[in-house]
């Protein structure tokens, strides 16, 4: 276990953010000399990964704890891949497709790591990393004991999960190998791009979808290593459909997926699209051109600007659809 204080804390928002203390974790041994690090210190903690999904405070008066798992181990027998919280998603994903493993490759390109993956049950394309999940080893800070749990214990549904609220440390994820043997083309972005580039359906493959998946974001979405950003800055918000307003804007402007007779998904880019004329603008925070849903800055920006601004989306969204929208990133709090 490597301790360090007045560490910075890495974010892909590029917030200037520091911590009291930087802990690194690298085996399973350092468990327990951290659980005394917390104990004596009783400090807040907060479990970092790469920071592409986190906005943090200038300064953290706490204990950030930095999981460095690095292993890949292949289970054949029983047709699971165990892997270290450190490994980058993307990493993984093509590590997948070379061994010609399914269910992976329309989540190319997400940012971040293993670790963080089923904190929000991250999906994109038609595919959540829920689907892929066999069990996921974790670390209780709390009560100093190891766990393993289940899918089913990890109660997954859409950006959520129950290991948003648990103390714990993931250290390690078995995936299924062998969860899914086809290829999932329905998702309308990539049923659009196929079309429009005339490519045959037989002439896929996980490679070539992997790649179609990364072109698709490469065009909509900014890279956080030259344009800081958290990738999308609200979920998709989940509603009664009676209930939005349609004083200002008919239901058919905006983009409504059907979840069951009551309830349906709104797309939160197009509602923020629709009233981004009205917000005060904030010269180091812009409304990403190609996908309203992200936020970018030029870095020179804090916790509280960017909060400011987000609130000032909530606001009007609420005033003039009565839609509540709700902050993807996680906000890390003193
Ligand atoms: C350009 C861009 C595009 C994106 N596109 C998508 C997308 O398509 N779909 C999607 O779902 N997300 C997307 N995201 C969000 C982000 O990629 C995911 O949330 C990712 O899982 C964050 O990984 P991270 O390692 O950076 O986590 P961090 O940002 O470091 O942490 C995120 C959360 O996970 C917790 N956490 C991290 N590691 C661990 C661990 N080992 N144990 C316990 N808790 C942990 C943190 O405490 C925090 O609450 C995007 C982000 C960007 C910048």
Known sequence: MNIFENHNIKNSLQIKASCRFYVEITNKNDFNELYVFIRNKQLPVFILG?????????????????????????????????VGASINWHYLVKEMVSKNIYGFENLSLIPGTVGAAPIQNIGAYGQEVCNLINKVDCF???????????????????????????????????????????????????????????????????????????K??????????????????FKNPIIDKNKINTEHFSLDKLIIWDIDSKYVKVGAARLIELIKKDLIEDKNINIYDKHALVLTTNSKISQDSILDYANQIKSKVLEVFNISLEIEPTIISN
């Open 140 to 214: 209780n800070y709390e009560t100093g004991k190891f766990l393993s749990l289940t899918k089913e214990e990890c109660n997954f549904s859409y950006r959520d999960s129950s290991l948003k609220k648990g103390n714990l440390i993931i250290f390690s994820i078995d995936f299924k190998t062998d969860s899914i043997n086809r290829l999932n083309l329905d998702y309308k972005s990539i049923q659009t791009y196929l079309d429009a580039n005339k490519i045959n359906l037989d002439s896929l493959n996980l490679n070539s979808v992997s790649d179609i998946i990364c």
């Open 216 to 233: 698709i974001r490469n065009s909509i979405l900014p890279d956080p290593s030259e344009v800081p950003n958290a990738g999308s800055f």
């Open 50 to 82: 790469d920071g592409t999904n986190i906005i943090p405070p200038e300064y953290y008066d706490g204990i950030i704890v930095k999981p460095l798992f690095n292993n890949i181990n292949y289970l054949n027998e029983t047709n699971i891949v165990s």
